[in-house]
């Protein structure tokens, strides 16, 4: 609500149409450094998942052997943490610059990925 002389009034909001434009090129190293992060992370988190389920599945029912051996071969437990991190890195590196590269040449044949946007 706007406060003018006095009164309440009900703020309004004109919609204006946004600007069209066109994404014609991404930085190959910026997309690269981008799907880096993005499957680090996403292995990294899968990995924590598979470290806690592999802590606590046993052969001989005892429910909490497997954590106990997780603890004691913290050296051991952490590969299935350390590995999808590093292959996630490396494949989502390659991934992002693959698609970079591929994006700019089809979009310098057919103008790039038109968006509209506006001024906030």
Same mark, same amino acid.
């Given at each position: =609500?706007?406060?003018?002389?006095?009164?309440?009034?009900?703020?309004?909001?004109?919609?204006? &149409?946004?600007?069209?434009?066109?994404? &014609?090129?991404?930085?190959?190293?910026?997309?690269?450094?981008?799907?880096? #992060?993005? =499957?680090?992370?996403?292995?990294?988190?899968?990995?924590?998942?598979?470290?806690?389920?592999?802590?606590?599945?046993?052969?001989?029912? /005892?429910?909490?052997?497997?954590?106990?051996?997780?603890?004691?071969?913290? /050296?051991?437990?952490? +590969?299935?943490?350390?590995?999808?991190?590093?292959? /996630?890195?490396?494949?989502?590196?390659?991934?992002?610059? #693959?698609?970079?590269?591929?994006?700019?040449? +089809?979009?310098?044949?057919?103008?790039?990925?038109?968006?509209?946007?506006?001024?906030?």
């Amino acid at each position: =609500m706007a406060h003018v002389g006095g009164s309440v009034t009900p703020h309004t909001h004109v919609h204006t &149409r946004g600007v069209k434009r066109a994404i &014609r090129s991404v930085g190959v190293l910026s997309a690269i450094v981008y799907g880096a #992060v993005l =499957m680090g992370a996403v292995a990294l988190i899968a990995g924590i998942i598979a470290l806690i389920l592999a802590s606590t599945t046993t052969n001989d029912g /005892g429910p909490f052997r497997g954590f106990v051996h997780a603890i004691l071969f913290v /050296g051991i437990g952490l +590969v299935p943490l350390i590995a999808p991190v590093l292959l /996630g890195l490396f494949a989502g590196a390659l991934g992002g610059g #693959v698609l970079a590269l591929v994006y700019n040449v +089809v979009a310098k044949l057919t103008g790039g990925i038109e968006v509209e946007v506006e001024d906030v």
